[in-house]
């Protein structure tokens, strides 16, 4: 059981109900929705007097998710949004119309919480006790629709505890949480497949047949209907460090502010999606998708920091992710590559004018201790000058030293810079004013990336 004292909403501060929020260590408990079913039910149930857009998948939910949303709130109707991990703050996990939760509504809900959480005899985890948390807050906000993004896998993710959603958003399928959903990708799709339910909706990115024959047969099992998208849709894309310009049927040309080479295949599931809302009877029209997509704002992903050099934020953190940064530093700048594919020689190219020389990518890395390192490391020592390990400020992080003997083995210069601010200190002194420098591995240290960088850049 949870032990801390018991406080009133209005004794309590926002520092100790993190506190209290992050007081259950992220190991140790057994899947299972039992505990979230018990502590919702003690709450009134609030998850079953909601709608959903249930969204899961390795790579791009997240962007897929905000999107979504951000046509929602356009339409009119008031969208309550929930993310994990955060990227800036804890308050950014639980959005209503692209607003964080406050403080002081943050306080309140944890106070309210915690008298049932307490009396548990198999104790909530942080993430179960969150979800219960954002549940009850759209309840109480009183939300037209929730876009509820997955925490890690589906079947047995707590968000699976809603009954059946408006919609279910599977996005694409590759290799992370092997320990947790399996080694093989029909292992991780049935996983991910575990959020639909009977008679839904189901949206499917696709990918290998293997993975699609999965979603087919959960689909056919449960009685719901399944469509995949359709890529052909996309007539041209026109990429720039500012935004993306994508021409999609019927709509013509949508900007989308978020610039990874990735992301134009992430706004499609988007409005796929947003498509089969409106044939549900959701009032969505071409302007809403159009308005809401060029208004989404989304830190930490494949974000420009600053210039000179130019200083990319990404959350890339498994294998599939490395490989879509590594082809959208291909795409935004000028790679010249050898017979084996490895890259020789790089010149980059600016948006905004002339902007060459000979250098590479300077990487700042810092992962979870989780993650398949050589797996990961494949798709970036080409394009790397040199890359500086940090160990993130996360109890799940892979110290920096051991980071640092693995990627040695690839033959590429590696500086163990151990923390944070050191790691962003060292790549900036390594890196001259026309090279490109990406700081990359994980999401949970984003935020201290971005702070480490603005503290130098002010500095200065």
């Not at 505890?161 to 320990?179: F, R």
């Not at 690839?410 to 390594?430: H, M, N, Q, R, Y």
Request: aromatic fraction near 8%.
């Amino acid at each position: 059981m949870i032990t801390t004292d018991k406080r009133k909403a209005k004794d309590m501060n926002i520092c100790e109900a993190l506190d209290y929020i992050h007081n259950v260590k992220w190991q140790g408990s057994k899947p299972g929705l039992e505990r979230t079913r018990e502590l919702l039910k003690s709450l009134g149930n609030p998850e079953k007097k909601l709608k959903f857009v249930h969204v899961a998948g390795t790579n791009g939910k997240g962007s897929t998710s905000v999107c979504i949303a951000s046509v929602l709130k356009t339409a009119g109707y008031k969208t309550g949004m929930f993310i994990s991990p955060f990227v800036m703050c804890f308050n950014e996990r639980i959005q209503i119309n692209g607003e964080y939760i406050s403080d002081n509504d943050l306080i309140e809900l944890v106070s309210e919480i915690q008298p049932f959480a307490d009396t548990m005899e198999d104790s909530p985890t942080e993430f179960e006790i969150v979800t219960a948390l954002a549940f009850l807050y759209y309840y109480k906000k009183e939300c037209d629709i929730v876009v509820l993004e997955v925490g890690m896998g589906g079947r047995l993710d707590s968000t699976n505890v809603i009954e059946t959603p408006v919609l279910a958003v599977i996005t694409s399928i590759g290799y992370d949480h092997v320990k947790e959903l399996g080694p093989t990708l029909v292992d991780i799709a049935r996983e991910k497949a575990g959020i639909i339910k009977n008679g839904g909706n189901v949206l499917i990115y696709g990918g290998k047949p293997e993975v699609e024959s999965v979603f087919h047969q959960v689909t056919e099992r449960c009685g719901a209907k399944l469509q995949k998208v359709d890529f052909t849709r996309i007539i041209s894309t026109e990429i720039s460090l500012s935004l993306v310009k994508i021409n999609v049927k019927p709509y013509g040309v949508i900007m989308l502010p978020l610039v990874g080479t990735y992301q134009p295949n992430n706004a499609l599931v988007a409005i796929t999606a947003l498509e089969i809302l409106r044939e549900k009877g959701y009032k969505i029209s071409v302007d809403d998708i159009k308005n809401g997509i060029a208004s989404v704002k989304w830190p930490g992903r494949f974000e420009i920091l600053g210039h000179k050099p130019v200083f990319i934020l990404d959350g890339s953190h498994n294998p599939q992710g490395m490989a879509a940064t590594a082809e959208s530093l291909k795409q935004h700048f000028w790679y010249s590559f050898d017979d084996t594919g490895h890259a020789e020689v790089y010149t980059i190219e600016k948006a905004e004018g002339d902007f060459k020389n000979s250098f590479k990518t300077v990487f700042i890395l810092g992962v979870m201790a989780d993650k398949d390192i050589d797996a990961m490391m494949v798709h970036i020592v080409p394009l790397a000058k040199a890359i500086f390990v940090v160990t993130p400020d996360n109890i799940r992080a892979m110290d920096s030293t051991e980071l640092s003997k693995k990627i040695k083995r690839f033959g590429v210069p590696v500086i163990d810079c151990k923390t944070v601010i050191g790691g962003v200190s060292e790549a900036l002194k390594e890196a001259n004013e026309n090279d490109v420098v990406c700081a990359l591995g994980s999401f949970y240290f984003s935020a201290q990336i971005r702070e480490a960088y603005n503290k130098i850049k002010q500095a200065k």
